[in-house]
């Protein structure tokens, strides 16, 4: 009998075939996991942290836009916002090809004491969500054998760590354990907008400039030191260094400059070259726009009476009132002679809305603040402008830019008188005739002044007159 | 009838044996090669991964800091950078702690001021300082005294930052470098090839 002949050796390779399989693998797995890990933190991790603080700032940029339109376009300001007393609160906005999110919280946390403009503060959030795997060997601290992967990025895996630990808010109240739905990283800015005062220059036309006099002069000079003097050409005067401060900022490039300026001049594509006319700096290329004045809406309700001036009348406000909440009235003309006392002894605050053209004598005693808003046009005589303290940001005019574009709005002060006085009039065309000795600041569409004026900016007036525009001035990161 | 053997039949001569330890032999030693050079590079590639995850660690925090920074200054061998920046948390022993102990932790109200330069915005009457240094193999920031070590690495971190201020801005320019364990030579292009650049502006800047 013969047997039959068996392989016995194969099952053997097999064996041996299974098990450099399996360690292969082993090691492959491992090094999948070691790179899946270093993966996660490097690109989803720290793609979602630089996320989430875009977010953020789009949120802050949601907040500073609302903020501009509480002065550009008051009506819209915060509209479609969770509004409660000076506190906004935006809805959730979603956006982007990752699906960031973001929210604003808006608050007036100060008002200016010498303007009253509200300061604005602009807490945000942006959140990022974290694709890829969840939590996976990380850890925060940084030394032998840790990696510190999370020790600056704090990710949500599970819950919000920032309102478990420090509340909504991060003032500690309203702690709880919120579950997210998937890994986040969020991140939190605060940015403070401060109001954009409009005296900046002496004067400053968003169209064309046609002056001064060949023998005017534009200097400047500082009230908080004193009433004005010549001395722009004295450095050894102690007010020597606010004597050059008188500029002329033009934006377009038609401008015909006659007269000494002591100050800098810029134009938007002009040719003004450096002469013994101009004592600053000179800079051509410089665009800028000035956007149309709107009534402000944070006034109190007007007085009573009176509600038209149309021959000589004096009034006493009924309170001294503060800057940012002075007596208001509300005149449907203002004609005549209107003179303007102060309460006792006190600084008095007054604001004045003319719904039509002004042409009064204004007559405003020393330690009044009136601001005189109107709709229409002003054609007066410079000794129409009576301020008796001297300081222009006590007289204070702002021209409301007419609903329609092509609307003309004029501004013509005429001879004989000087005055001191600031006029914010971005839509209207200036004209000044004569020769007279003027203190104070002007915004206008177009200037045209051919008298031997004397020109004196008040460098008092970088810090005063209503919010024009806002600016963010501060910026802080919650590193929590 | 005897039956034929099997021992027989199954064995290996000796040659067979020979020539199977042989070809064992070589594959053990090629598997057992190329599992250390695999570990080697592995090893390597996780090193230089992990060390330029230090590299955008540093950067980041640099420009976190930087961005909510008042005032930045950096030492003449620009490698330890200085910040100041605003005091956005009541801390225990601030004035407002010291009147009400439950405000420690929470976000503090600024104050307006008005400067030459303009108006200022502070948190609080004093302000942090925030020292990024080296310490050996370690980059360290130092926060009003407490110390963390954000990054630590063999591979030689080396952190510079440069300060440009200008009239109506100012911001830094950090470069990290680093030098590859798995290099031999040492050669300048071996540690510039591993360069991360970083700018970040200063939008607390404070003039006058």
Redesign the interface.
């Known amino acids: 009998m013969k047997f039959k002949k068996t392989s016995f050796e194969q099952g053997n390779v097999l064996i041996c075939a299974l098990c450099t399989i399996l360690i292969i693998s082993l090691i492959g797995a491992n090094v999948l996991q070691n790179c899946t890990t270093r993966f996660n933190v490097s690109s989803s991790q720290v793609r979602s942290w630089k996320e989430a603080l875009f977010a953020a700032e789009a949120g802050g940029d949601i907040g500073y836009a609302e903020i501009r339109k509480t002065v550009l376009n008051p009506l819209q300001a915060f509209n479609g916002w969770t509004n409660s007393g000076s506190q906004h609160v935006s809805p959730s906005t979603a956006f982007g090809e990752n699906n960031l999110s973001t929210s604003a919280v808006v608050d007036l946390f100060y008002n200016d004491a010498i303007t009253g403009n509200p300061w604005f503060r602009s807490r945000s959030r942006g959140t990022a969500p974290v694709s890829g795997l969840r939590r996976i060997g990380m850890d925060d601290r940084m030394g032998a054998g840790s990696r510190g992967d999370s020790l600056l990025r704090k990710i949500d895996f599970n819950t919000d760590h920032f309102i478990a630990t420090y509340g909504p808010n991060g003032d500690g109240l309203g702690k709880a354990l919120i579950p997210v739905a998937n890994p986040q990283i969020t991140r939190r800015i605060e940015q403070i907008s401060a109001p954009v005062t409009p005296f900046e220059a002496a004067i400053k036309c968003t169209d064309t400039f046609y002056g001064l006099g060949s023998a005017a002069q534009v200097d400047s000079y500082n009230s908080k030191n004193g009433p004005y003097y010549f001395c722009a050409n004295n450095p050894a005067d102690p007010h020597f260094s606010d004597s050059r401060s008188g500029s002329v900022e033009i934006g377009t490039a038609v401008m015909n400059v006659n007269g000494m300026l002591y100050g800098n001049v810029s134009t938007n594509g002009g040719t003004i070259r450096p002469s013994q006319y101009i004592t600053g700096t000179i800079d051509n290329n410089i665009p800028f726009t000035v956007p149309p004045y709107a009534m402000p809406t944070n006034l109190p309700p007007p007085q009573l009476s009176p509600t038209s001036v149309s021959s000589t009348v004096s009034i006493t406000p009924p309170v001294a009132g503060t800057a940012a909440a002075p007596t208001y009235y509300l005149l449907s003309s203002l004609s005549g002679k209107l003179t303007i006392n102060p309460v006792g002894g006190a600084q008095t605050y007054v604001a004045i809305h003319v719904t039509n053209d002004m042409t009064a004598h204004l007559d405003v005693k020393p330690g009044v603040h009136v601001k005189i808003f109107f709709d229409g046009n002003m054609d007066v005589k410079g000794r129409d402008i009576e301020n008796e303290s001297g300081l222009a940001a006590n007289l204070q005019y702002y021209a409301i830019s007419p609903s329609d574009p092509a609307t003309v709005q004029t501004i013509s002060i005429a001879p004989p008188g000087f005055f001191a006085a600031t006029f914010y009039a971005p839509s209207a065309d200036v004209h000044l005739n004569g020769n007279p000795d003027l203190t104070g600041a002007i915004v206008c569409k177009t200037f045209y002044g051919n008298g031997n004026t004397s020109w004196h900016y008040d460098r008092a007036l970088d810090t005063e007159g209503d919010a024009v525009d806002y600016r963010i001035v501060s910026y802080v990161e919650d590193i929590r | 009838?005897r039956?034929?053997s099997?021992f027989r039949?199954?064995g290996f001569t000796l040659a067979e044996m020979m020539i199977a330890l042989a070809v064992s032999a070589v594959v053990l030693g090629v598997t057992l090669t190329s599992?250390s050079s695999?570990q080697k590079s592995?090893n390597a590639i996780?090193s230089y991964?992990?060390t330029?995850?230090?590299q955008?660690?540093i950067v980041?925090?640099l420009s976190?800091d930087v961005?909510?920074g008042l005032v930045v200054t950096t030492s003449a061998d620009l490698q330890t950078v200085t910040i100041t920046v605003?005091n956005?948390?009541v801390q225990a022993g601030d004035p407002e702690a010291i009147a009400n102990p439950?405000l420690v932790?929470?976000?503090r109200?600024?104050?307006?001021t008005?400067t030459p330069s303009?108006?200022q915005?502070n948190?609080g009457a004093v302000t942090s300082t925030i020292v990024y240094s080296i310490n050996g193999l370690?980059i360290l920031r130092t926060e009003n005294g407490i110390v963390?070590?954000?990054?630590?690495s063999t591979d030689q971190l080396v952190p510079q930052t440069t300060d440009v201020e200008l009239a109506n801005t100012e911001y830094t320019k950090t470069s990290i470098t680093f030098q590859p364990i798995f290099t031999s030579g040492g050669s300048v292009a071996q540690r510039s090839g591993t360069t991360v650049y970083s700018t970040a502006y200063l939008?607390?800047k404070r003039r006058g």
């Open positions: 009838m039956p034929p099997q039949i199954n599992s695999l592995f996780d991964f992990a330029h995850m230090q955008i660690r980041d925090y976190r961005k909510r605003p956005y948390l439950a932790g929470c976000p109200t600024p104050t307006i008005n303009g108006p915005v948190y370690s963390t070590t954000i990054a630590s939008r607390n």
